[in-house]
């Protein structure tokens, strides 16, 4: 029984070739390194049927991890998160066929887990003792936990401005955290330096190769949850773009094996970004290859607030091959949006996913959603990491008082 | 195909048998009502393995509650909850075989929400239009989100110091909140004027009888997840204590129908309190029925402040019955664990389940749990719902600075 089918690494950009037994970070050209498995031999002896029996969590699909030995698994049960319809809010914006993929029922709360958890077990796998990584928030919270659990040392920088439950989650860790008077693209400049002196371990996203690994098993849940089959349309928002690329990788790498058939037509990827950093956006809407450093950016969306994304490339590759597209949407309507689905679902997303609800009412508006189209929409973490996005006046009675009507 | 096997209602105390065909609150006599099912037709018509290919989900057991219609099913996707080995916690107390339950993992953060689907679900299929309730907070979260789901109006009445997001989360779903300056006891008696008054439902806990069935199915996942077997012992933070008595209804009917064997022993139960609110622990070491309202409670375990239980009756029997016992715990205990937690296992639990956990070594300290025994341990929500149990002093560093070591 073969755990992992795991190959080796190689270079989007350069197609250099690396040995996935060792420590690798970035290729030597600067392009993040991908994950390759033996597809061939995995179809002849995986069957999709195989995975059905397994526990309901992202390690159910482990040939397709990286992970070598199920010994290695540093797990707190996360993914096979729910994919719910939401039809009221569907009929609301004209897409009969709405789902929520809800990645707030995850450990720390944001779909962060996923990446960590698989990052952190190749990690201890490969014997990584200590790392550092920058963050917007959710990231960090999520890789302190999971390195924690796995006995690794991490440090974590964040802007002041992220998310403050996620300041607790990596204290009470243990991490060592450290806050930056600046954005996510100057904690990466600190992170870069303190690699380069002490020699640690970076953690920084797509500078090491695995934890895209983990958040490709959103696509795999998807298809599986599908009944093996896609919708039309995925949108996700998208600041480092990891997930998108992720979900894009897999879904190829199922029509390799044979789990979804090979010439279906792949969901249409969408990256939503905010009006107020959308660097993918107007790369998309140039039609160039790779995007320019957003200048000023600020948004309440704190977890897309991504200016330059090392796997820009990547992502626009993405939303090329499967017709996709990318889109802004303004802090305003992610607010309005928020309220409205937890009104007409009870789902109390994050604003990142609110940005995607909005996304999906206006590409519905505008006709690039047609009618009848199954739309999945990703809420990438908890409403409850970000107290400040509801306020509630709140009427306060003594024990003797009644309620009135 | 019979969805669900409900018969009818029950008074554990009067034994008087009610129409559940109806909206039904208490008993004539004041006791809460019980749900009973026709288990012998279920034994005969549904076998466990049956479940195992349905959706990771508490609507797997569907059989064995109350909602006659798929179609008055409100789900986020909650349950199947994880159950997560913590070796390294146990070993720090000598409990080899440690297990957490991490009802974090579900939608609202917190256990509330088994309570809620069903609850809303079977209100939905009586045709509830409207309710009122007390919470401490994380039960009204869930069940004005649910309610909103459902279409129902909801009137929500929490203690000021109750956890400030869970105020958000009613406030988004469009829920009527409103805050007393007291006890969840206080809130509990404004809640039943305004029913009064106003003839609306009354969703305080077990003035409805249904959302017991919903808690009861982290027992029946308990059972499941120990490939139909069951652990020695089980530990769950008790303020109703609605999950406890829940848990212990599921596992007796799962012996009626087979799923575990009729003969095997059921987990000693453990009512964890905190030593600021104690009344069953004070009502089990005096070896009473029932216990006595606790005057001038507080504890920074919110969630289990609650002086008077209408259950407690229940939650005694539970503990008689499966030689069980109950513990209370120091807030300084509990917050030590919480760290204890986070530091060794990576996971962030709320000041409930730390509680817990300190019950846990505490028990296995003085012998009452002894080598070798397979303990399960209820995290009842998410750490991130409590920010104020963790202070995080972090340095500010400005864009151009370094780390130090």
Not at 105 to 125: C, L, M, W, Y
Not at 197 to 225: V, W
Request: charged share 25%; glycine share 10%; net charge negative.
């Amino acid at each position: 029984m073969t755990y992992s089918y795991l190959s080796h690494l190689h270079c989007p950009k350069c197609h250099t070739k690396y040995d996935a037994s060792q420590i690798q970070q970035l290729c030597v050209c600067g392009s993040p390194l991908l994950v390759d498995y033996d597809l061939e031999r995995l179809a002849q002896e995986v069957k999709r049927e195989d995975v059905a029996a397994r526990r309901p969590d992202l390690w159910r699909y482990h040939e397709l991890l990286p992970v070598q030995s199920e010994a290695n698994v540093v797990s707190l049960g996360e993914g096979m998160t729910p994919l719910i319809p939401v039809p009221t809010l569907g009929a609301d914006m004209g897409i009969e066929n709405l789902y929520m993929k809800d990645e707030g029922i995850i450990p720390t709360g944001s779909f962060k887990a996923r990446g960590a958890a698989v990052g952190v077990s190749r990690a201890k796998e490969l014997g990584v003792e200590e790392f550092a990584m920058p963050t917007n928030g959710n990231a960090g919270a999520a890789w302190a936990l999971y390195a924690a659990r796995a006995g690794i040392r991490s440090t974590i920088v964040m802007p002041v401005d992220a998310p403050k439950i996620t300041r607790n989650e990596c204290a009470v860790s243990g991490a060592n955290l450290v806050l930056v008077d600046g954005l996510i693209s100057d904690a990466g400049k600190i992170v870069a330096r303190a690699v380069q002196e002490f020699g640690l371990f970076d953690g920084s996203t797509l500078k090491e190769p695995y934890r895209i690994e983990g958040k490709k098993t959103m696509g795999i849940e998807i298809a599986e949850q599908f009944g093996w089959d896609v919708p039309d349309v995925i949108l996700y928002p998208t600041g480092g773009g990891v997930g998108l690329i992720g979900i894009h990788k897999a879904l190829k790498e199922l029509q390799t094996i044979g789990w979804i058939p090979a010439d279906c037509k792949l969901p249409r990827l969408v990256a939503v970004q905010s009006e107020g950093c959308a660097p993918i956006v107007k790369a998309w809407e140039e039609k160039r290859k790779d995007s320019e450093f957003f200048e000023n950016s600020e948004t309440i969306a704190f977890g897309i607030n991504v200016p330059k994304a090392l796997g820009d490339f990547l992502v626009l590759e993405a939303l090329y091959e499967t017709e996709g597209c990318a889109i802004a949407i303004s802090d305003e309507e992610l607010l309005r949006e928020q309220a409205t689905t937890a009104r007409l679902e009870g789902a109390f997303v994050c604003p990142e996913g609110a940005a995607v609800f909005a996304a999906a009412r206006t590409l519905r508006a505008s006709g690039w959603i047609a009618e009848g189209e199954r739309v999945v929409v990703l809420n990438t973490g908890a409403g409850i990491k970000y107290p400040d996005t509801v306020s509630a006046e709140v009427p306060v009675l003594q024990p003797e008082d009644s309620l009135t009507r």
